[in-house]
């Protein structure tokens, strides 16, 4: 496979990051790298694909599904990944109040930690959830 090939399949795995989280995470750029280092960029390609099928095709919609991600990435307390979600929470339309209202529900499902973890990640984005 040329480079040149290689270098638009990649892109073409970021823009698929870009679409539904409006930026592509650093631990995907370092993923890509290493596929692409070790020729294992077919992997990261049907990964970005069930990713693309079941976060667009989904009947919960992008907005959604996001406040979804959050909610259960704060009961499993990942911390990183439930900010990288807040994040296309915002992205696909959500509200600040909504992150609020998915860390509540994280209290009665997950506990004070799931609660306190989702609320620490809310107090560090914007007021009105842009940037």
């Not at 069930?50 to 996001?66: C, D, F, M, S």
């Not at 704060?74 to 600040?96: D, F, M, S, T």
Request: proline share 5%.
């Amino acid at each position: 496979m040329s480079d040149e090939t290689l270098a638009s399949r990649t892109e073409a795995v970021r823009d698929r990051y870009r679409t539904t989280l409006g930026t592509v995470p650093a631990g995907v750029q370092d993923r890509l790298r290493l596929a692409q280092e070790f020729g294992r960029l077919p992997t990261e390609e049907a990964l970005a694909a069930l990713r693309h099928i079941v976060l667009t095709g989904n009947p919960l919609g992008a907005r959604v599904q996001q406040l979804v991600h959050f909610g259960q990435l704060l009961a499993l307390g990942r911390a990183h990944p439930a900010r990288i979600h807040a994040r296309g929470a915002l992205h696909a339309g959500a509200e600040i109040a909504d992150l609020l209202g998915v860390a509540e529900t994280a209290l009665i499902t997950a506990g004070v930690p799931a609660y306190a973890l989702g609320t620490e990640i809310i107090a560090e984005l914007p007021p009105h959830g842009g940037g």
